[in-house]
């Protein structure tokens, strides 16, 4: 059976469907009070981050590894860059090696262009990057005895020094979630330590075992700190600061309170249909942030958030970062052909076998049009009349400062101050082979 045969056409759908109307769409924006940093700004406080950091038992001259992860973090390549730039200015010796567990296919050369894609390469950040699957046993837990490893390049340099964007994790809910911490104990594992981590955290949770390793890791390496970066509900950078071992935890964990308030969400408790134009790993570890469509369907002993409250979720294509794994796709309920025809089988099963995730790489039924999928998620959600349909488009997970949404929800935006109204609703258009004529909404 080829890929095609699974995509169900148009008139299938439109058929089976019934003549089920489309809502009219406007466009939305939410209101939101933000105070980035600018680019030029980034090296100047990217060097006083590293320079913050106690550097007196590296010795002069030492080889410093330098963590940088898949994840599409804004200015990643310049924070990098400004990280190496002032290593190197210190007088040390640095390097740059890929802390992405099994990201890029747990291959080395995978995970080095995965950093390519991010715009991390030796031309831009200025020094060495050396991407090896290869890892090291450092110790083990004490009362669990599960092995700790860590990357053979990062654990044989002088210094360490991971780069990371503290946010809320995907999977599970802690003190200390996605960061520095668990970049160090799986980011920095490689694949091994990876599967280590996830496979233990069906009876150890992730909330418990991170820091746990964290502790052990900070004591066994020379981890000198962490350079945290924390972004805006834009996604633009709004700190960037150097955290010292000693302070990793507690600073990490307030961090993370602060990224939970000014993270963007999607500003309806209730909805009918999502589309989401695209999904990969740059936006999420999980494709689509489940912080942010309310759904962990996948997760290792962990709820669901609370809200939203979505019926269905189109997903329409992957992002081109991601390279082809399509982890995530399982939380969609439709998706596009788009989705089947940029999937590589082997990295989102690498993925999902790594982090014990495998009913997120599940294929939902494939459909060959965007009206076909919009269609029947309409129709496979309850009776609702048209004029109550509450339906959004959004560009991805990330970004929701603009968004489509249906005449119900553009009453309510009208009401509300945290909303503003930037186009009326009108009818849906689509092409002559019936994909969405309107661009993302983030383009609009």
Not at 95 to 119: C, D, I, N, W, Y
Not at 195 to 200: F, P, V
Not at 337 to 343: F, G, N, P
Request: some cysteine.
């Amino acid at each position: 059976m080829d890929r095609e045969s699974l995509s169900v056409p148009e008139s299938v759908v439109l058929n089976a469907t019934g003549d089920q109307p489309i809502p009219e769409m406007g466009v939305v924006e939410q209101v939101w009070e933000t105070d980035p940093i600018a680019p030029a700004d980034i090296p100047e406080l990217t060097r006083r981050a590293v320079e913050s950091l106690d550097w007196s038992g590296v010795p002069g001259g030492g080889e410093v590894a330098i963590g940088a992860g898949s994840r599409g973090i804004a200015n990643l390549a310049a924070i990098v860059g400004g990280v190496v730039a002032a290593v190197d200015g210190l007088g040390y010796d640095p390097f740059v090696f890929p802390a992405m567990g099994s990201h890029g296919g747990a291959t080395g050369e995978g995970q080095r262009e995965k950093l390519e894609a991010l715009g991390v390469t030796e031309d831009a950040i200025g020094c060495e990057i050396r991407s090896s699957m290869d890892v090291v046993e450092v110790g083990r837990t004490a009362e669990r005895d599960v092995p700790v490893v860590a990357d053979a390049n990062a654990v044989g340099a002088d210094a360490i020094l991971p780069v990371n964007r503290v946010k809320p994790h995907t999977d599970f809910d802690g003190d200390v979630e996605s960061g520095l911490s668990k970049m160090l104990v799986i980011g920095m594992g490689k694949q091994q330590g990876a599967k280590i981590a996830h496979e233990w955290a069906v009876d150890w949770s992730f909330r418990n075992m991170i820091p746990e390793i964290t502790e052990q890791l900070l004591a066994e390496l020379p981890v000198v700190g962490g350079v945290a970066i924390v972004e805006d509900q834009h996604d633009d950078t709004a700190l960037v600061e150097g955290i010292t071992p000693d302070g990793f935890l507690d600073r990490e964990r307030e961090l993370l309170r602060t990224a939970y308030d000014i993270m963007p969400t999607i500003p309806f408790d209730e909805l009918d249909v999502v589309v989401v134009d695209r999904f990969g790993k740059d936006v999420s570890g999980q494709g689509m942030d489940t912080n942010v469509i309310g759904r962990r369907p996948f997760a290792i002993n962990e709820p669901a958030p609370e809200s939203p409250d979505i019926k269905r979720i189109f997903a329409r294509s992957l992002t081109e970062t991601t390279k082809g794994n399509a982890m995530g796709m399982g939380s969609a309920d439709f998706v596009h052909e788009a989705v089947l025809r940029e999937l590589e089988a082997e990295k989102t099963l690498i993925n999902a076998i790594t982090a014990s995730t495998v009913r997120g790489v599940r294929l939902p039924p494939v459909v060959e049009t965007d009206r076909a999928g919009l269609v029947a998620s309409l129709s496979t959600g309850g009776v609702v009349p048209v004029a109550e349909a509450r339906v959004i488009r959004v560009t991805d997970t990330m970004r929701l400062d603009r968004m489509y949404a249906s005449s119900a929800l553009v009453d309510e935006a009208r009401e509300r101050s945290d909303l503003r109204v930037v186009a009326d609703p009108m009818p849906v258009e689509f092409d002559e082979d019936g994909q969405f004529a309107a661009p993302t909404p983030h383009e609009s």
